[in-house]
């Protein structure tokens, strides 16, 4: 599916994320990558194979002191 150079990583792949956005719409909270992963700001993602990712926002020092 990528035509770039280097290939963009797959959505199978573990950094999928940092493949290329090929339409943007931040009104609507959603990025569509070359690889077919739409990306939500949430950082939730949805694979071309229709597999739910759910958000994996990293947590902010004062949520890990809390945490601990």
């Not at 599916?1 to 493949?19: F, G, I, L, V, Y």
């Not at 071309?48 to 002191?65: K, V």
Request: include cysteine.
């Amino acid at each position: 599916m990528c035509q770039h150079q280097p290939q963009c990583p797959t959505a199978e792949c573990s950094d999928r994320e940092a493949a290329l956005i090929v339409a943007h719409h931040p009104e609507q909270g959603w990025s569509l990558l070359c690889n077919g992963v739409l990306l939500f700001e949430d950082t939730g993602e949805l694979l071309p194979d229709g597999q739910i990712i759910a958000p994996h926002r990293p947590l902010g020092s004062e949520q890990i002191a809390t945490a601990a």
